[in-house]
């Protein structure tokens, strides 16, 4: 924090012996430039803007936007109003306004009219300002996302696009402060990355973790949409491993959150207790899980599967004996699916409990865990103390390393919490327990563990749009899902035609208005 304090004095003195001439010029006074903040004020009062713009300029991500129109904004308000005036104050940093400080005799026009003077002018601001309030939506209010996994189904299925709410557990502030607007970790296209990290430039920038105030506590069996938090993928669209990445660009997951700070969770037979009780999932949840499946004669049709079954997560034969394995699989699926003529046999593919599975958390040779026995874990609450064992010291490693930033380790059988014996230890903020629904295809906490607050994105609460991949034509749409909320008792319910409505009805006022005016 000092750091960057110290970093953001030294960038005030930078601007302040850039532009103090300019200051003067404009009827202030030159030492206003130096004051932090309130030059900021008397700078938009030059360049003829108003005050809110300060939150542009602090806002992380939109700053970025904003910073390089006021560098414009300013040589302008000094009649430098050329194409060629434009592109030196962008392409030098803003160091251009030092060249008009030291170097010229510039004119301050007080009243300069800051609308554009062409139409190409009008097209590039309405762009900027267009690219900037929906910076700010998708930052702070609602993001899309995009279902690519069949984890969740049947609640969320394959190409649901959603929007994501970042309010409701409280936005973050971007931590990453020099990024692409409206992107995540890669650009699209041009598959590049879409951001600077502290490796590149250290202190500017990556900003502390802050979030916003937000409507409510994640509650349990919520889907909330995180950030990965083992991932070290340079980009989605390539498979390197072990590369920084800072918490805000790591790949966005949905998982349910099944298991919230201070409960005690243990996974039997696939299924999820908490504190000792069987956790009992809302009515549109379905659990799926794997099966094998042994075929009397015939081979099993992806088509049948989809239409009269529902089962639409892959499958395949894995032996000589065209045993298939049907990697997800509801109940209500299951029931029908047990009297197909072709069905043989059908058996639930369960790992047996105390077989270890080296793939599952914490990955330690102590703990013979698996997908389907689990646990049982303690899920860490804020400000809770517990002690920490030679026993669960795997389990809670990596919180106290990674996540909360201490070192520890085991010497002698002790517990050495940086650099000094400490075998208690307090969590600094919640963690979380997010599974799949599709329990016998998810790669969830299971896998790494627990989810810290600072990693959640926000909460997914509607779908705007489904494709089926597997469908042709006009059923390639599930109309249905359309415009349906995510959470919620019973079926879901599509509001697209109230949507179409609203609509139709905007689109009757707008053209009586019109003809009103005439």
């Known amino acids: 924090m000092n750091d960057l304090l110290n970093l953001l004095l030294i960038i005030n003195f930078i601007h302040g012996i850039g532009t103090w001439k300019l200051y003067s010029l404009s009827g202030n006074k030159s030492w206003q430039s130096f004051i ?113 996994t069949s984890s969740l189904e049947k609640s969320l299925l394959v190409g649901d696009f959603l929007f994501v709410s970042k309010f409701h557990y409280g936005a973050r502030v971007p931590m990453t402060t020099i990024a692409a607007p409206m992107v995540h970790d890669t650009i699209p296209i041009i598959k590049r990355k879409s951001y600077l990290n502290k490796e590149q430039l250290p202190i500017i920038t990556e900003l502390p973790y802050l979030r916003l105030p937000g409507l409510q506590k994640i509650k349990r069996n919520e889907i909330v949409c995180f950030n990965w938090p083992v991932d070290t993928f340079k980009n989605m669209y390539f498979t390197d491993k072990y590369y920084y990445k800072p918490i805000d660009k790591k790949t966005n997951y949905v998982k349910r959150a099944v298991g919230i700070a201070g409960d005690t969770l243990e996974v039997i037979n696939g299924y999820v207790y908490i504190n000792g009780e069987k956790n009992q999932l809302p009515e549109r949840a379905k659990l799926q899980f794997s099966y094998l499946v042994q075929p009397k004669k015939n081979k099993f049709n992806q088509k049948v599967m989809i239409n009269n079954y529902d089962i639409t997560d892959r499958f395949g034969p894995i032996n000589n004996n065209y045993t298939y394995k049907f990697m997800g699989i509801s109940d209500k699926s299951l029931d029908k699916l047990k009297n197909h003529t072709n069905v043989q046999w059908i058996k639930k593919d369960t790992t047996p409990k105390g077989i270890k599975d080296s793939s599952v958390f914490p990955h330690n040779k102590n703990y013979n865990w698996n997908n389907d026995f689990f646990g049982p874990v303690y899920i860490p609450k804020k400000n809770a103390t517990i002690e920490i064992t030679k026993e669960n010291y795997p389990i809670y490693r990596r919180i106290i390393e990674v996540y909360e930033q201490n070192s520890v380790k085991i010497v002698e059988n002790k517990i050495i919490i940086n650099d000094s014996e400490d075998n208690k230890y307090t969590f600094k903020q919640d963690y979380f327990w997010l599974m799949g629904d599709n329990r ?67 689109n009757v006022i707008s053209y009586f208005r019109r003809n009103k005016q005439k």
């Open 440 to 506: 016998g295809n998810s790669q969830d906490s299971r896998s790494w563990g627990f989810v810290p607050f600072d990693h959640v994105v926000g909460k997914p609460v509607f779908k705007w749009l489904s494709i089926d991949y597997n469908a042709k034509g006009f059923n390639k749409i599930r109309w249905d899902r359309m415009f349906t909320t995510v959470h919620g008792e019973g079926a879901p319910t599509s509001y697209f035609l109230h949507f179409i409505g609203l609509i139709l009805l905007w």
């Open 36 to 148: 932090p903040v309130y030059n900021i004020f008397i700078l938009l009062k030059i360049i003829n803007r108003p005050w809110w713009w300060i939150f542009m300029i602090i806002l992380p991500v939109i700053n970025v936007i904003i910073i390089p129109v006021i560098w414009v904004e300013l040589s302008r308000s000094f009649k430098k109003n050329t194409y060629t005036d434009t592109f030196f104050s962008v392409i030098t940093l803003g160091t251009y306004n030092y060249y008009l400080n030291y170097f010229t005799k510039p004119e301050y026009v007080k009243s300069r009219d800051v609308n554009p003077k062409s139409s190409n002018g009008e097209w590039v601001s309405s762009i900027i300002f267009a690219v900037i309030a929906a910076t700010f939506v998708h930052t702070y209010f609602m993001q899309p996302y995009t279902i690519p």
